[in-house]
C-alpha cells in the first residue's frame, strides 16, 4: 500500500475534533489548519476515514501544492504532477475551484487551465489526443489560498455529513457533522441521559446514539472512491468488517428529543426508524418550559431557534428563559447550546463555563457550556487476584 497524503475538511471551529477523530483511528501524523486537518495514511486509510469520520465534511486526497500567481505557473506545475497515478484512460474528472486572497481570483479560468494540464499530461502517459471519459468519477479541486495552489481529488462523494439516514430535511436542520461534534465536545457518555428539547428533524439525538453505539456513520451510504480500481475491493471489505465488528447495537440508552412542531418530531421519527435507532431515540411534543428527567444525571445538548428575522427575538428570548428555568430544575445535569446570541446566561440565569466558536453553515454562532456536576465514581468490584478496588473516570 502507498503511503497517502489526505485532507479531511471540516467547518471551522471543529478542526481539533477531526484530529481527534483521526487519532482514534491510528492516524496520529497531522497537521490542524483552518477547516482542515491533513493526515498521512494508505488506500486503506481512505476507506477506514470515510466511513468513521463523524464531524469532516469531506476526505480528499492530496496530489500535489505550489505557488502559483500567473496562469501558466499554474499550468505548468499542475501538468508536472502525477495524474496517471490515479487517473485511468476513461476517468471522468471534472474541475472545481475556490480562491481567496490569491491573484488568481478567476475561478473559472483556474478550473479551465487545470483541466487543460491535466489533460496534456494524461496525453503524453496514454499516448491519446482524446478522452471520453466515460469511468469512474474523480472529481478534482483546485484551491487557491494566499497564492498557495492545492490539488486534490475527492474521495467521498457526496459530503461526509449524508449519512444515508436522513432522506428528508425539515426547516434549518443542523447538518450531523455539526450536531457529532457538539456531542463530543459536551463529554457526555452513552451510561448517562440525554434530552435535545428543540430537537426538530433528530440530528443531535440520533448522532449521540450512534456515538454510543460506536457506530460508524457512513456505514450505510456509499463513496465515489468505492468505484476506483485504485483502491481494492478488499480494503473496503476489510474497513466495514471492523466497522460492523466495532458496532454495539444493543448497548442501553436514554436518549430523547422534544419539540413543539408535530411536522419535524414526525421526520425525526422516520430519521431514526431509517438509521435503525426507533427503538434507541425516542421524541414527544413537549415544550422546553416542560421538560424534564427522572435520571440524575445527564446533558441538554442542543440548538435552540435564533430568531434571525425581525419580529421573532423576543419570542426567542423567551425560549431562552424557558430552557434556563428546565436547567434550574435539573441541577446535576450539563446544558450545551448552540446559539448566535452573545450573551445567553442574561436569559438562561446562570455564566456559562466554556465558549467556542463555531459555524452553523455560515451563521457565526458559539457553543456554550454550563457544566453540572460529576457523579460519583464508580468502584470496580473486587478482584479475586488482589482484592484492590480501583476506580473508573464517569
Known sequence: ??????????????ESIVARELSNLGYTETKV???KVTFMANELGICRSNLWLRSSERVLLKIGEFKATTFEELFQQTKALPWE???PIDAEFPVEGKSIKSKLFSISDCQAIVKKAIVERL???YGISWFKETGACYKVEVALLKDIAT?????????????????????????????????QLSYWKADRALIDPFCGTGTIPLE???????????????????????ISDKYWQQAREEAHDLYHPDIDLHIYGSDIDPKALQLARTHAEEAGLKDKVFFQKLPAAEV????????????PPYGERLGEIDDVKKLYEDLGNTFRELPTWSLHVITTFKNPEDMIGRRWDKSRKLYNGRLECHYYQFFGPKPPRKPKPETSDDREITQINE
Do not use: C
Not at 500500500?1 to 471543529?14: D, N, R, Y
Not at 474521495?155 to 457538539?182: C, V
Open 1 to 14: 500500500m502507498s503511503k497517502l497524503e489526505l485532507i479531511a475538511t471540516s467547518a471551522f471551529g471543529i
Open 151 to 183: 490539488l486534490t481529488i475527492d474521495t467521498s462523494g457526496a459530503g461526509l455529513h449524508k449519512r444515508g439516514y436522513r432522506q428528508l430535511a425539515g426547516q434549518a436542520p443542523l447538518k450531523e457533522t455539526l450536531a457529532a461534534a457538539m456531542v
Open 85 to 87: 497515478n490515479w487517473l
Open 123 to 125: 496525453k503524453a502517459v
Open 208 to 230: 449521540a446514539a450512534m456515538i454510543a453505539q460506536n457506530r460508524a456513520p457512513g456505514l450505510k451510504r456509499e463513496f465515489i472512491s468505492e468505484k476506483w480500481g485504485n
Open 292 to 303: 424534564r428527567s427522572r435520571f440524575q444525571y445527564g446533558h441538554i445538548i442542543t440548538n
Open 33 to 35: 489548519e483552518n477547516g
